[in-house]
């Protein structure tokens, strides 16, 4: 009688069967748009984010000797998709540039430029409408033909010269000096205006840009995560207070500018950007969703792109050469020799510059600032090197796995120019290929060109006015704090003038 009545089965308990027995079936139907690529076992809710420690790029290029170059681990529950070395990121970013050309749908992006960012945007006719504009207005100031902003970069640097030189023989921290100078700049050509030193707007910028660096680092676990922010409600509000200072800075600028833009003469990006609302048609922004509000807030984050990137690249200069007196002296007579002491280095001299040249690219491999570019994401379902990867899986770019990789640069984690030099002392442009500074494919870095002219001048002169050595008694660490970019722990140096 008891088994009889253990098998009757009541209509509540049929409809929860078939309930579960449904959500099995979807589960299982999901489970086969989930990639085949090989991956580390992870944990539930968290997945591997534990596994990654305090050094995501080294942890990830570790995984790649068992898995190979593609595989996925789980950032939370979410499948990632970890792409390492040169030839599978090309043949991904450039050769599938559409497939991996997307940006995840991140918690934070969200706030960023108010959701109206480029670059933490994802692809699309709107993205490529953005992208464009954004790149038109930075090809007024910076293009090959005509640079009206090296005159202004070269007198920024001197300006860094003197004031790091303004402690005596007394330590100093070039960070905060390094960082003003680069803002400088960056606001030069978005505002038409370098800053005064001392100005709190300016100030202020400065101090939010380390913050927010620290707190977009690719593995962020609210991201992965959205209800941790519930947990780190602290932080996030401090990202967010970030976000709203740099909009409310650049608002007061834009309005400014609105107030006395003149359309037959152009100051800087803002009245490039100003002139693109103003010409591209309203049906064709109408067409893919672009508004004006996106093409005015690209300053934002040409501004948040185009100076913890050079301010970082510098440091790491600065450190690197500190740490190796030899090549420090090399470089200097190498401009001592070919340029002089009685003007500053420009451009055209970079080509009489081979040595100093290969030190500023072997700071920029060995830093490697950007070990995951940007989070991307593919755009469609898509089968990669003999793996599905389905559509919206995020993507990891390992750009640490290619600089450092010891198939193409032995001893990977040494400092020594003479990688990048041909036995005749000329910088060797076949090198230039082995690695991805500036990524590749649809999502390549539009400030390059600003980039390596800016670090160039700004390295060249420092290098030719300046001696940078080490505070006797200071342990030196040569290591780099994680966050969206690589930046040095802090570091000091006793500067004496050589001019
Ligand atoms: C040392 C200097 C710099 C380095 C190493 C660097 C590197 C990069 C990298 C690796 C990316 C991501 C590519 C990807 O997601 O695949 C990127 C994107 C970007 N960079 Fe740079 N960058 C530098 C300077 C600049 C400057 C000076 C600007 C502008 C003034 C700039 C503007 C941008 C923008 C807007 C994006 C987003 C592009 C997009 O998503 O379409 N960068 N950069």
């Keep these: 009688m008891e088994y009889e009545s253990s098998m009757y089965l009541s209509p509540l308990t049929v409809i929860l069967v078939a309930f579960i027995f449904g959500l099995w079936i979807k589960t299982s139907k999901s489970k086969g748009k989930n990639t085949d690529a090989p991956g580390p076992r992870g944990w539930p809710v968290i997945g591997n984010l534990l596994q990654l420690g305090k050094k995501p790029h080294e942890t990830l290029t570790r995984l790649r000797r068992t898995y190979g170059d593609v595989y996925a681990i789980k950032m939370g529950s979410r499948e990632t ?124 910028l400065v101090k939010m840009n380390d913050e927010f660096m620290a707190f977009a680092g690719a593995g962020n676990p609210v991201d992965i995560m959205p209800w941790m922010r519930h947990l780190t409600r602290r932080s996030f509000n401090t990202f967010l207070g970030i976000l709203d200072s740099m909009n409310q800075f650049c608002n007061k600028k834009r309005q400014e500018h609105l107030d006395t833009y003149d359309p037959f003469y152009t100051r800087d990006v803002t009245d490039c950007l100003i ?143 003479y990688r990048f030099l041909t036995i005749e002392g000329e910088i060797d442009r076949t090198k230039l290929d082995n690695f991805l500074p500036f990524g590749a494919g649809r999502r390549k870095c539009p400030g390059e060109q600003l980039a390596k002219m800016e670090m160039f001048l700004f390295f060249a002169t420092l290098m030719q006015r300046l001696k940078i050595s080490q505070v006797s008694g200071d342990n030196v660490i040569v290591d780099s704090k994680y966050g969206l970019t690589l930046k040095p722990i802090n570091f000091r140096s006793i500067v004496t003038k050589r001019i």
């Design 81 to 204: 998709i970890v792409l390492n070395g040169l030839q599978t990121i090309r043949a991904a970013l450039v050769k599938r540039a559409e497939d991996f050309a997307g940006r995840p749908d991140f918690y934070s992006f969200k706030f960023i430029a108010n959701g109206n960012s480029m670059g933490f945007g994802d692809y699309g006719p709107r993205w490529k409408m953005h992208r464009r504009l954004a790149q038109n207005a930075l090809a007024m100031f910076i293009n090959k033909k005509n640079n009206p902003i090296e005159e202004s970069i070269c007198q920024e640097a001197n300006v860094l010269a003197n004031n790091l030189l303004q402690n005596g023989n007394n330590p100093i921290d070039p960070h905060t000096e390094i960082y003003l100078s680069v803002g400088s700049i960056i606001c030069a050509i978005c505002f038409g205006q370098r800053y005064k030193r001392d100005d709190p707007d300016f100030l202020h």
């Design 275 to 417: 002139q693109a609302v103003d010409e591209t048609p309203n049906e064709e922004k109408e067409a893919v969703g672009l508004t004006d509000e996106h093409i005015l807030t690209t300053v934002q984050e040409l501004i948040g792109a185009g100076f913890d990137t050079i301010a970082s690249t510098l440091q790491w200069c600065i450190l690197y050469m500190m740490t190796n007196p030899q090549i420090q002296e090399m470089v200097h007579e190498e401009i001592r020799a070919n340029v002089g002491l009685l003007r500053s280095p420009e451009l055209d001299d970079m080509e009489k510059l081979p040595f100093t040249e290969a030190c500023l690219l072997e700071a920029i491999r060995i830093s490697c600032i950007f070990p995951f570019a940007l989070p991307h994401s593919t755009t469609r379902d898509t089968q990669f090197q003999g793996y599905f990867i389905p559509d919206k899986t995020l993507v990891f770019v390992n750009m640490w796995s290619v600089s450092h990789d010891e198939t193409i640069f032995s001893e990977p984690k040494k400092f020594d120019p």
